[in-house]
């Protein structure tokens, strides 16, 4: 009481001081909470947002390992890197093996091969389709051919990207060596529904398969490169120089023709907790250290969040320089008193 007597004297006798302080103390306050709120809005929100996120990961080598190059230089040539890639790449059944995780919700593969065509030509950015301008590769084919292991794994057709416009989708499993081709690319080369297309390997001519398109489809997206193992397989960024098949056909087609096909499983989660979970899983039921797992869908939401985590930044610098200064002011008011 005697205590809470004399501060009270205090404040009366100077009031203005006294109204100064309290001034500053409110002002520091208040923008404390503003900073503060904004930063548990933005916690929440990611975290709100992860909650109903639905998300797919992909086993891949750790790019650190493969940039080491084979010979231990510090830069690799590229036919290093991809030789590199290719010897490290998992086959279908060792990925099978982590889908029975208790972590993974369901699993499915997709296979890809690059291949060129006879007598079809690719589609060229110069034509306004994104496509690539050429074969600058030659261990490359101007068309990127992919297999799908289910319907579920078209991710682009499920979630209404891409849809068919003429013909029909090929068969879920089937071995007939048919595909669906971009409209695009259709009336690029005149082609329609029954039409085939003789693809061959790019470094070897006399290395080549038939294949019948049964449809055409559109899509809403473009890119100006092709996709390259994103989350709905190689769907999340259709160009029109990708063409599609059922992964048992493209393997059929691939073995027959002599050529290599790269396999990649996608794992889907329930939530962010088992995504989280999933890695360290994996690694104890025997996968590799030089592995990692990556998530497009949790890349792509963190860069959707850039602003919202960079505001959440500035007011936690904002609240720091305010109670730098703010300590100043009245540490120097209190010495001129």
Known sequence: MYIFK???????????RSALFGMIIFI??????????????????????????????????????????SSGSSKPSKSDMKSAMQS???????????????????????????????SVDAV???????????????SSGDFTITGYSSDAAMTSFTDGTSSITSGSMFDEGTTEMTCVISKTLANYNSLKVGSYITFKDPDDSSNKFKVKVVGIYKTSTSTSSSSTGTSGGFMGGTNANNVYMSYAALKKAAKS????????????????????????QAHKAGLDDKYTVESQDIQQYERELT??????????YFLIILLVIGAAIL???????
């Open 6 to 16: 004399n501060a009270m004297n205090n404040i009366k006798r100077s009031k203005g």
């Open 28 to 69: 520091i306050a208040l923008a404390a909470c503003l900073a503060l709120s904004i930063r548990a809005a933005a916690d929440t929100a990611k975290q709100e947002g992860l909650e109903k996120l639905s998300i797919t990961a992909n086993i891949t080598m750790d790019m650190d390992e493969i940039t080491k190059g």
């Open 88 to 118: 490290s790449s998992l086959s279908l059944t060792e990925l099978k093996k982590y889908a029975g995780l208790s972590s993974v919700k369901s699993f499915y593969y997709t296979g890809s091969l690059s291949a060129d065509a006879k």
């Open 124 to 138: 060229t950015s110069s034509s306004g389709n994104g496509g690539p301008s050429g074969n600058q590769d030659s």
């Open 257 to 280: 023709a002599d050529m290599t096909m790269n396999t990649q499983g996608t794992y889907t989660f329930a939530d962010y907790s088992a995504y989280s979970k999933f890695e360290s």
């Open 307 to 316: 602003p919202l985590t960079n505001l959440s930044k500035y007011a936690k």
């Open 331 to 337: 540490i120097v008011i209190t010495m001129f008193n």
